[in-house]
């Protein structure tokens, strides 16, 4: 762990030749992939796997389940076609799962994992603040854009998914917590703000540009929302791309993406109530 190695290039610290890296270091051997050979692999695991096994899913495997033999197919799936079933939800978390697995045993392979999973400056007054940004600025964005979608006809502002987030029914909240304020931010945080952020820092992208692209394909990823939700997801993905930027990890984005998410399930924990 304490060697450094030789890297091509120019980090993206601006330090040319020889580099060390904060958390892990290791030496790279012949026939290595340096950390931007992998921006590619990155796009398609955080971007396209998602959306990809989503349609595999939903119009060839359950469609085939249901044609070989209905009786099992029904018990097997019920979950993830009843939209009203307790553990609809999870049919989320385990694809999430799933593609972060896959991504990591990918940048595993290439010995990058460490790269990619830095945790980056962590303080006790950075938690503090990412806390508070978490719980005030998304409700603050969304005040600031509201205007410009009701004057465009746009949906109603809490609109931000077939139904207000807040209106789980009671029955899947446990699911809610479980994908949303555990899964989800680790696994998307190491996809987009880990995986995809790392390979093009080291792809020598401009700063702001990967903050950009990565927000957009944060909020392509949750095409259930409506537009006026979009628009907040990609706030959100702003966001967490600033903070992964200055902190050089994904200990801070981890953090506000979890205490956003809390933040929502206590809101459909007391409507439920």
Known sequence: MGRSGKRSGTCCGGLAGRRTVLSFNRTLKPGDRNLKDMLVPAIFWS???????NYLLYNVVIPLHFMLERGSAILIWRFATDGAHPAHLAIVGFMELFIGWLCFLHFRRNELEYEVLRPGRVT?????????????????????????????????AD??????????????????????????????EFLFRGAFISTALASRWPKAL???ASSAGFAYIHGQYT????????????????????SGGLALPMIAHCVHNFKAFLASLALAM
């Open 159 to 188: 609109a931000f998914k077939e139904g207000a987030i807040r209106n789980f029914p009671a029955a899947q909240l446990l699911t809610f917590f479980v994908v949303a304020v555990v899964i989800a931010p680790v696994i998307e």
């Open 210 to 212: 990967v903050v950009v």
């Open 227 to 246: 537009p006026f939700g979009l628009a907040i997801v990609f706030m959100m993905g702003v966001g967490l791309g600033g903070l992964r930027i200055w």
């Open 124 to 156: 006790s007054a950075s938690v503090v603040f990412t806390v508070i940004g978490a719980l005030l600025l998304p409700d603050w964005f969304a005040s600031l854009l509201e205007p410009f979608f009701r004057g465009a006809g746009g949906e109603p």
């Open 47 to 53: 971007v396209v796997a998602f959306g990809s096994f």
